[in-house]
């Protein structure tokens, strides 16, 4: 019911930087907690960063900590995850999702953007 449509992914080199964005659509984007997960070739998807509703917790995966920011705009139903520092390990199709808190799970799903990250 609710449409996530990601952009920003690309190719860029090692050392370089992306931000990638994800807008909502819907009138109750400020109820979701927001996700980043990527899925490498040959890889289980993975997360990489969540995002409160508020925006005021942010929690990262251990390989992109220092490197990767979420944030978010509420008024502009639109999550971003800014990619700093890129290796090519990074290089995956990125998701962005969203849950309804408490609970765990995250319901809706975008179509993913692809970030390829040569050496």
């Known amino acids: 019911q609710v449409q996530l449509v990601e952009s920003g992914g690309g190719l860029v080199q090692a050392g370089g930087s992306l931000r990638l964005s994800c807008t909502a659509s819907?009138?109750?984007?400020?109820?979701?907690?927001m996700g980043w997960f990527r899925q490498a070739p040959g890889k289980e998807r993975e997360f990489v960063a969540g995002?409160?509703?508020?925006?005021?917790?942010?929690d990262y995966a251990g390989s992109v900590k220092g490197r990767f920011i979420i944030s978010r705009d509420n008024a502009k139903n639109t999550v971003f995850l800014q990619m700093n520092s890129l290796k090519p390990e990074d290089t995956a199709v990125y998701y962005c999702?969203?849950?309804?808190?408490?609970?765990?799970?995250?319901?809706?799903w975008g179509q993913g953007t692809q970030v390829t990250v040569s050496s």
């Open positions: 999702a969203a849950r309804i808190p408490p609970q765990a799970r995250y319901i809706y």
């Open positions: 995002i409160s509703r508020s925006g005021d917790t942010t």
């Open positions: 819907g009138r109750t984007f400020s109820t979701y907690s």
